[in-house]
């Protein structure tokens, strides 16, 4: 059965986060704008799909559309005692790398049973230019399953953040852009995920043409 909203502890340590450290960051440090924040559902599961370029680009995400969303990471970093149980509070969950695809998808399903936002980079990895070139259908699918809406997220100057070599963030400007949610696949067919894919990934891009 589907809960209507994340884990109580789970809220309660993303808005300590959120107003703590990542908004002061996203406002000031990267004078940060959020536009069509009123779009995104407040309840319930959704399958957040977004471009790609920067390390940064997970709390970002979380932080512009108000509630957690709980992202893929490497099962490594849950043998870590003190860090594992913060990534699970904050909706991480583990992936083994080798059969990534498969577990990814498993964990993403169970976030959204649970009542969490999930999100999804379509293009699967980080790109210099911030464009999807090569969308995966992992989202679509995953939504095509659950029943779950596909909320579009576009993310502007987030590839400029670390210039190469440089570990240290850049204070450059960033945007997020939200757009209306997209309803699920009706089915599981290749074509049915590829339409809405296409729909996603042209949301995406319109929003991120539109600049700062």
Excluded at 71 to 79: D, G, I, S, T, V
């Amino acid at each position: 059965m589907t809960n209507n909203r994340e884990p109580v502890s789970s809220l309660i340590l993303y808005h300590y986060l959120k107003w703590s450290v990542v908004a002061p960051i996203l406002r000031v440090y990267f004078r940060g704008q959020i536009y069509g924040g009123q779009k995104v559902p407040t309840q319930g599961p959704v399958v957040v799909v977004s471009n790609h370029a920067s390390n940064l680009d997970p709390p970002i995400l979380s932080c512009g559309v108000g509630r957690p969303v709980a992202f893929m990471a490497k099962e490594e970093l849950f043998a870590v005692p003190l860090l594992k149980q913060w990534m699970k509070l904050y909706g991480a969950y583990p992936v083994k790398r080798q059969e990534a695809d498969r577990s990814a998808i498993k964990a993403a399903m169970n976030a959204l049973k649970e009542g969490w936002a999930t999100g999804i980079f379509l293009q699967g990895t980080r790109t210099p230019d911030g464009r999807i070139t090569s969308p995966k259908l992992g989202a679509a699918m995953i939504a095509a399953k659950t029943g779950a809406s596909l909320l579009p997220v576009s993310l502007w100057g987030t590839e400029k953040i670390f210039s190469q070599g440089s570990k240290l963030p850049k204070s450059v400007p960033v945007t997020v852009r939200i757009g209306e949610p997209i309803a699920p696949p009706n089915s599981n067919q290749r074509d049915s995920l590829e339409a809405v894919t296409a729909k996603c990934v042209k949301a995406i891009a319109a929003m991120h043409d539109l600049g700062r």
